[in-house]
Nanobody
């Protein structure tokens, strides 16, 4: 059974940085793309970023491009999301998920294992 756990959320001020970690157990993430999504109160879950199985390919939502960086360490079965220049509109619960394929996807339907999320709060 695959278990996904996110770490690193917290409360920061606008302009600060934060790094989220996603640790997967029960199955190696090698060979699978991984993604980050987020959901703010009263809003639908939205795609943030994804990374290919090898880490050589990444995609980002336009709202975070240039500020967020996704990376992975397959040896540690861990995926990271480095968030910089945070804005109040970045506040949300951030979820990590494993793709069913090796390639990046924006649509949530491609992901089959999800964590419980970690809260990110950004004050202005």
């Amino acid at each position: 059974q695959v278990h996904v756990v996110e770490f690193g959320g917290g409360m920061v001020q606008a302009g600060d940085s934060l790094r989220l970690s996603c640790v997967v157990s029960g199955r190696t993430i090698s060979g699978f793309a991984m993604g980050w999504f987020r959901q703010a109160p009263g809003k639908e879950r939205e795609f943030v970023s994804a990374i290919t199985w090898s880490g050589t390919g990444t995609i980002y939502a336009e709202t975070v491009k240039g500020r967020f960086t996704i990376s992975r360490d397959n040896d540690k079965n861990t995926v990271y999301l480095q968030m910089s220049s945070l804005k109040p509109e970045d506040a949300a619960v951030y979820y990590c998920a494993k793709d069913t394929t090796s390639w990046t996807h924006v649509e949530a339907r491609w992901y089959d294992s999800w964590g419980q999320g970690t809260q990110v709060t950004v004050s202005s």
